[in-house]
C-alpha cells in the first residue's frame, strides 16, 4: 500500500472514530413523572421554571409534568404507584394517609395554609358569622369540603346558620361570579386573581381562626423515599433551588416558563403572577423561620392534625412523623 493509500486509510479511520465519538449516545437519565393538582396556575411555577431552565436535565433527571385534576386524584394516582411525584394539597394527603394510602410529604412550601372563604370587597363580610343567612358556595368533594364544619365551629357558627351549596369544584368560579352565591370557599391565593376583574374580593382565612392546614408540597408513595431515593435527592433541591430564584425577583420569567410550557391552555400572565405573589407570604410559618425551602416542622404538622382530628376527616392517632420527611431537603 502507497504512503498516499495508508494516509487516506488512517484519515477516513480517523473521522469514523470522530464521528462514532460525536454521536454517541449521551448518559441516560433517571426518568420521573410528576403530576400536578390541576391545569397550570402560579403554584406550580417551581416546576415550570426548573423545566424551562434546564436544571433537572443538569442534575440528571428527565422529568414529566402532567397535569391533574385534583389534589385527590393526583394523591391517589401517586399511592397507587403510577406517578413517581405529585405536587398538591399536603392536608389532603393526611387524609388520604389516615385511609390507608401509602404516601409520605418530602417538601411542603405552601407551610402557612391557603384555604379561606372568599367574599366581595366593600360587602362588609369580615367573619364567618357576618355570612350567617347568607348562601356560600363550596365543594364537598375537594380538598377544602371536609373541613368546613371544623371551620365553621372554630369562627362561631354553623351550617344551620347559613345556606351552603355544594357545587362541583369546576363550577365554583361561574356560581361566584355570577352572584349566585355571596361567597365560596377555596384556596384563597389561587381563586381570588381569578375571579378579580369580575367579582374583586378579599379572604377570611381559615389560618386567623386556628385551622391551619398545610398546603402545597411534594409527595411520594411511601416506599420511594427508600427506593428512589437517589432520584428524589436530585429533584427536590432542584425545585428549591427554582423557588428560590423566583423570591429572589424573578416572578416574570417563572410567568413565561408556564405560558410557554403549556401553549394550548391560553393562560392569563396577570393571573398566574398575582396568584404566585399571594402565596409567597404563606411559604414560612413561626416554626419554619431560618429554615430552607421546603423544609417541614414537626410543630407545624403536629397542630394540623389535631385539628383535622377534631374535625373528624383523620382517624385518631396520626404521627407527624408519619406524614413528612426532611431529608431531601438541603441546606
Same mark, same amino acid.
Given at each position: /500500500?502507497?504512503?498516499?493509500?495508508?494516509?487516506?486509510?488512517?484519515?477516513?479511520? #480517523?473521522? *469514523?472514530?470522530?464521528?462514532?465519538?460525536?454521536?454517541?449516545?449521551? !448518559?441516560?437519565?433517571?426518568?420521573?413523572? !410528576?403530576?400536578?393538582?390541576?391545569?397550570?396556575?402560579?403554584?406550580?411555577?417551581?416546576?415550570?421554571?426548573?423545566?424551562?431552565?434546564?436544571?433537572?436535565?443538569?442534575?440528571?433527571?428527565?422529568?414529566?409534568?402532567?397535569?391533574?385534576?385534583?389534589?385527590?386524584?393526583?394523591?391517589?394516582?401517586?399511592?397507587? +404507584?403510577?406517578?413517581?411525584?405529585?405536587?398538591?394539597?399536603?392536608?389532603?394527603? %393526611? !387524609?388520604?394517609?389516615?385511609?390507608?394510602?401509602?404516601?409520605?410529604?418530602?417538601?411542603?412550601?405552601?407551610?402557612?395554609?391557603?384555604?379561606?372563604?372568599?367574599?366581595?370587597? *366593600? #360587602?362588609?363580610?369580615?367573619?364567618?358569622?357576618?355570612?350567617?343567612?347568607?348562601?356560600?358556595?363550596?365543594?364537598?368533594?375537594?380538598?377544602? +369540603?371536609?373541613?368546613?364544619?371544623?371551620?365553621? &365551629?372554630?369562627?362561631?357558627?354553623?351550617?344551620?346558620?347559613?345556606?351552603?351549596?355544594?357545587?362541583?369544584?369546576?363550577?365554583?368560579?361561574?356560581?361566584?361570579?355570577?352572584?349566585?352565591?355571596?361567597?365560596?370557599?377555596?384556596?384563597?391565593?389561587?381563586?381570588?386573581?381569578?375571579?378579580?376583574?369580575?367579582?374583586?374580593?378579599?379572604?377570611?382565612?381559615?389560618?386567623?381562626?386556628?385551622?391551619?392546614?398545610?398546603?402545597? +408540597?411534594?409527595?411520594?408513595?411511601?416506599? /420511594?423515599?427508600?427506593?428512589?431515593?437517589?432520584?428524589?435527592?436530585?429533584?427536590?433541591?432542584?425545585?428549591?433551588?427554582?423557588?428560590?430564584?423566583?423570591?429572589?425577583?424573578?416572578? @416574570?420569567?417563572?410567568?413565561?416558563?408556564?405560558? &410557554?410550557?403549556?401553549?394550548?391552555?391560553?393562560?392569563?400572565?396577570?393571573?398566574?403572577? #398575582?396568584? /404566585?405573589?399571594?402565596?409567597?407570604?404563606?411559604?414560612?410559618?413561626?416554626?419554619?423561620?431560618?429554615?430552607?425551602?421546603?423544609?417541614?416542622?414537626?410543630?407545624?404538622?403536629?397542630? %394540623?392534625?389535631?385539628?383535622?382530628?377534631? #374535625?373528624?376527616?383523620?382517624?385518631? +392517632?396520626?404521627?407527624?412523623? @408519619?406524614?413528612?420527611?426532611?431529608?431531601?431537603?438541603?441546606?
Amino acid at each position: /500500500m502507497g504512503k498516499l493509500t495508508r494516509t487516506a486509510v488512517l484519515f477516513v479511520g #480517523a473521522l *469514523g472514530l470522530g464521528i462514532i465519538a460525536t454521536t454517541a449516545p449521551a !448518559v441516560a437519565q433517571d426518568k420521573l413523572k !410528576v403530576m400536578t393538582d390541576w391545569l397550570p396556575h402560579g403554584m406550580h411555577a417551581g416546576l415550570f421554571l426548573a423545566k424551562q431552565k434546564g436544571w433537572f436535565q443538569e442534575a440528571g433527571l428527565d422529568v414529566e409534568i402532567l397535569d391533574g385534576r385534583g389534589s385527590t386524584a393526583t394523591i391517589q394516582q401517586v399511592g397507587a +404507584g403510577q406517578i413517581d411525584v405529585g405536587f398538591a394539597q399536603l392536608a389532603a394527603m %393526611a !387524609v388520604a394517609r389516615s385511609n390507608g394510602v401509602p404516601v409520605t410529604s418530602i417538601a411542603c412550601y405552601v407551610r402557612a395554609g391557603d384555604n379561606g372563604v372568599m367574599v366581595p370587597k *366593600g #360587602a362588609g363580610y369580615k367573619t364567618m358569622k357576618d355570612l350567617e343567612g347568607k348562601r356560600v358556595a363550596y365543594a364537598a368533594a375537594s380538598t377544602t +369540603g371536609p373541613f368546613m364544619d371544623a371551620f365553621l &365551629k372554630a369562627s362561631g357558627t354553623s351550617r344551620e346558620k347559613m345556606t351552603l351549596v355544594n357545587v362541583d369544584a369546576s363550577s365554583l368560579v361561574n356560581v361566584y361570579t355570577s352572584g349566585n352565591a355571596d361567597a365560596v370557599s377555596s384556596t384563597v391565593a389561587f381563586f381570588l386573581p381569578i375571579v378579580e376583574k369580575v367579582r374583586p374580593s378579599e379572604g377570611i382565612m381559615w389560618a386567623d381562626v386556628g385551622l391551619r392546614l398545610p398546603g402545597y +408540597g411534594l409527595l411520594v408513595q411511601q416506599r /420511594m423515599v427508600t427506593e428512589r431515593a437517589v432520584q428524589l435527592q436530585k429533584f427536590v433541591p432542584v425545585v428549591n433551588r427554582a423557588w428560590s430564584y423566583i423570591f429572589d425577583n424573578h416572578v @416574570d420569567e417563572a410567568v413565561d416558563a408556564i405560558v &410557554k410550557q403549556r401553549p394550548n391552555e391560553k393562560l392569563d400572565p396577570t393571573v398566574l403572577k #398575582a396568584q /404566585m405573589q399571594l402565596y409567597m407570604p404563606l411559604f414560612a410559618t413561626p416554626a419554619t423561620k431560618g429554615k430552607p425551602m421546603g423544609w417541614q416542622a414537626e410543630d407545624d404538622w403536629a397542630d %394540623a392534625l389535631k385539628a383535622m382530628e377534631e #374535625a373528624g376527616v383523620i382517624k385518631p +392517632g396520626s404521627k407527624p412523623s @408519619d406524614q413528612f420527611t426532611n431529608q431531601f431537603i438541603k441546606g
